[in-house]
């Protein structure tokens, strides 16, 4: 049975936050390419967004008017994104055996053309999401005069894009206090570190800066998340960044904080260990 | 000419773009190659690791590391900066023709994991639109090498000279069939294979697709000539109007769009000089999607079975005038042209999703994908 979307505890989070995980190595090791890293690493927050009580979505009514929307910007993370919104029902979970083949919903990237439910846009250049997810939240607020919300989340090495900055830029101009981002703080990227590829710090001062409320998170830590979630609802008159601190591959143990697992998936022998550290 | 298709090894043309980089790097100074995250994949880490001092690592930002590049230009280095073609020829684009073409600077960028082979990572890292804006700036050399061979030469050629350039190259592995004395001038098509009844024009990995499709042919009666169109712009009007005049018939074939691309190039020479059918091989004004490589190829047709319906269907025209009116995107016969990607649903219909979910989690590690249907 798919969870719902009404508030979970901090420990019932933690357990589907760790089905997400599996799930996750479940449709990597069968697409046998693919991305391990981000998603695992970023498992928590989904777990909180999505079943922290935080959005207003219904699986059986996708695309509902005034639904609150999640912007996948890092394109590439969309395994925890489709384990996701398998679990909270919006697909059979087994689709997720369907990752990258020919055919599937499950495309390599986000791909609008397949019709996926809780996909709200194509995205994998990255940058590009958060700049839909402005004009989402500008819609919502400034045009239509709802309530929804919008979401977006970035990688820490996609705050390279400059057309990021131009998205902050807007979200800020124009007030957007519908609109909250995560950045999914892992400090990793292909090439290596952030500060080694080409430093991004610090975060927190240029995003207030840029007048956003931006709250520092513990990526892994699922009550301060929900918590945070909620802080960004009650803030009027500015867009949010939530700066979620994350390691790469989280939950792995020979995934964690380690780079070179942004891009590769898990081959059978290294998923087996895998489920098992997921289990223990 | 018969060839032997089973004595080639296959390796990615991207190899050839890092060792020829390494190359002119030992043979200039002035060489500085800037990374734009993934050097592994794009082999600029080759660079990297024989010459860190002239190596700058940029991020994932392709519109300012063209912007620099044309800095480093301007300031007389030979910058080259290679990305994912998706990233670095489309999504810089106004870098490309202001900062770069319009100054003539000396900027050259490496396009990697080019067309649809890409595979799995699907429609957004499929890049098959670059070529048709690429060969509408002034100013641009495009090369599209062939096999690994003929792209660590095109990838020296395009350090040699000064001016911007651009070269494309895949992911896959494909085959290798030229040799280091195979001839290779930037700006000159190369006649592959002799043959008067029709030309296959052909970049890229399709060279040797066209070859396979001419030995099909040749027992069929029909000999091919066999073009190696590697430089799409400057364009080698010379050979291709030559082959039209003498072959009577043309079919191009590339891994891109087909509208826009090196057979459009290659019909406007035709058009103004010595107009006879012509047929396109490449894709159909349609996006692509996730699969494996060589499924992808199949299913758009972008393989010699669909040069060889394009030959049989472009030698009919030659013999006899037609009056029907076809799309410039219709491949082959009507009918026999390439699918488009499935529908969401056709190949994994929900009542089978439904019935696999019974079955979800698996116990332990699953083998394998959901089986598709049909």
Redesign the interface.
């Known amino acids: 049975m798919p969870y719902t979307n009404e508030r979970q505890t901090p420990e019932k989070l933690s357990e589907i936050a760790g089905e997400i995980r599996?799930?996750i190595i479940?449709s990597l090791?069968?697409?046998?390419?693919?991305h391990s890293g981000g998603p695992l690493g970023s498992s928590d927050i989904f777990a909180a967004l999505y079943f922290g009580g935080v959005m207003n979505y219904d699986p059986n009514n996708p695309w509902m008017e005034g639904r609150d929307r999640f912007v996948l910007s890092a394109?590439h993370m969309c395994p925890v994104l489709y384990a996701t919104l398998a679990n909270a029902g919006f697909?059979?979970?087994?689709?997720l055996?369907?990752?990258?083949?020919?055919?599937?919903?499950?495309?390599?990237?986000p791909?609008r053309?397949?019709?996926?439910p809780g996909i709200e846009t194509?995205?994998?250049?990255?940058g590009q999401g958060l700049s839909i997810a402005v004009g989402m939240a500008m819609a919502d607020k400034l045009v239509d005069g709802n309530t929804a919300r919008v979401y977006s989340l970035t990688g820490d090495?996609?705050l390279?894009?400059?057309s990021i900055w131009e998205a902050v830029m807007s979200a800020s101009h124009f007030k957007l206090d519908n609109f909250c981002m995560i950045v999914d703080n892992n400090d990793c990227?292909?090439?290596g570190r952030i500060g080694?590829?080409?430093n991004?710090y610090p975060l927190k001062e240029k995003f207030e800066s840029f007048n956003f409320h931006t709250i520092e998170v513990d990526g892994h830590d699922l009550a301060a998340l929900v918590e945070a979630f909620e802080e960004a609802k009650s803030v009027k008159g500015k867009p949010t960044c939530i700066i979620a601190k994350t390691y790469m591959g989280r939950g792995v143990s020979f995934m964690e904080d380690d780079y070179k697992w942004h891009g590769n998936p898990p081959n059978?022998a290294q998923?087996?260990q895998a489920?098992a550290d997921l289990d223990a | 000419m018969t060839m032997n298709f089973e004595k080639y090894d296959s390796k990615p043309t991207r190899h050839g773009f890092g060792e020829g980089l390494v190359e002119l790097g030992e043979k200039d100074e002035r060489i500085v190659v800037l990374?734009g995250?993934?050097?592994?994949?794009v082999m600029t880490s080759m660079f990297k690791d024989k010459f860190p001092d002239r190596f700058f690592?940029?991020?994932?930002?392709e519109?300012?590391a063209t912007t620099i590049a044309t800095g480093l230009a301007l300031s007389g280095k030979v910058p080259f900066f290679a990305s994912y073609g998706?990233?670095c020829a489309l999504?810089n684009a106004d870098q490309l023709r202001i900062s770069v073409c319009y100054n003539e600077a000396n900027v050259k960028i490496g396009g990697g994991h080019s067309g649809i082979s890409v595979?799995?990572?699907?429609?957004?890292?499929q890049i098959l639109e670059d070529m048709a804006f690429l060969r509408a700036l002034p100013h641009m050399t495009l090369v599209v090498p062939c096999d690994y061979v003929e792209a660590r030469k095109a990838t020296v050629a395009i350090g040699e000279f000064d001016g911007p350039a651009y070269i494309r190259f895949g992911r896959s592995a494909t085959p290798v069939f030229t040799r280091p004395e195979t001839p290779f001038v930037l700006g000159k098509a190369e006649v592959f294979r002799p043959g008067n009844d029709v030309a296959i024009i052909a970049c890229g990995p399709m060279v040797w697709e066209a070859l396979v499709a001419a030995e099909e042919l040749s027992r069929e009666g029909i000999e091919a000539r066999v073009i190696n169109l590697h430089t799409v712009k400057p364009l080698d009007v010379e050979t291709v109007v030559t082959a039209a005049r003498e072959c009577g018939a043309v079919v191009t074939a590339e891994e891109h769009q087909i509208l826009g691309g090196m057979g459009s190039a290659v019909a406007q020479a035709i058009v103004k000089n010595a107009p006879v059918p012509m047929e396109f091989v490449g894709v159909t004004d349609t996006?692509g999607?996730?699969?494996?490589p060589d499924?992808?190829m199949e299913?758009f047709g972008l393989t010699s079975e669909y040069i060889v319906k394009s030959v049989r269907k472009v030698v009919k025209r030659k013999a006899q005038e037609s009056s029907s009116i076809q799309s410039i995107t219709q491949v082959g016969e009507l009918g026999e042209g390439p699918e488009n990607?499935?529908k969401?649903?056709?190949?994994?219909p929900?009542e089978e999703?439904?019935k696999?979910?019974a079955?979800?989690?698996?116990e332990?590690?699953?083998?394998?994908?959901?089986e598709?249907v049909g």
């Not at chain 2, 995250?37 to 994949?41: E, H, L």
């Not at chain 2, 595979?119 to 890292?125: F, R, V």
């Not at chain 2, 999607?289 to 494996?292: K, P």
């Not at chain 2, 590690?365 to 959901?370: D, G, I, N, Q, R």
């Open positions: 599996r799930d479940r090791v069968v697409a046998k390419s693919g394109g697909f059979p979970r087994s689709e055996l369907t990752l990258r083949q020919f055919g599937s919903r499950l495309q390599g990237h791909g053309d397949m019709h996926l194509s995205s994998g250049s990255l090495g996609e390279q894009e400059g990227q292909i090439d080694d590829v080409m991004v059978p998923a087996e489920l | 990374g995250d993934i050097t592994g994949s690592s940029i991020g994932i930002a519109q300012n998706a990233f999504r595979g799995p990572d699907g429609a957004t890292h996006f999607g996730s699969g494996d499924h992808l299913v990607y499935p969401p649903g056709e190949k994994y929900m999703l439904q696999a979910e079955n979800y989690p698996p332990g590690v699953p083998e394998k994908s959901l598709p």
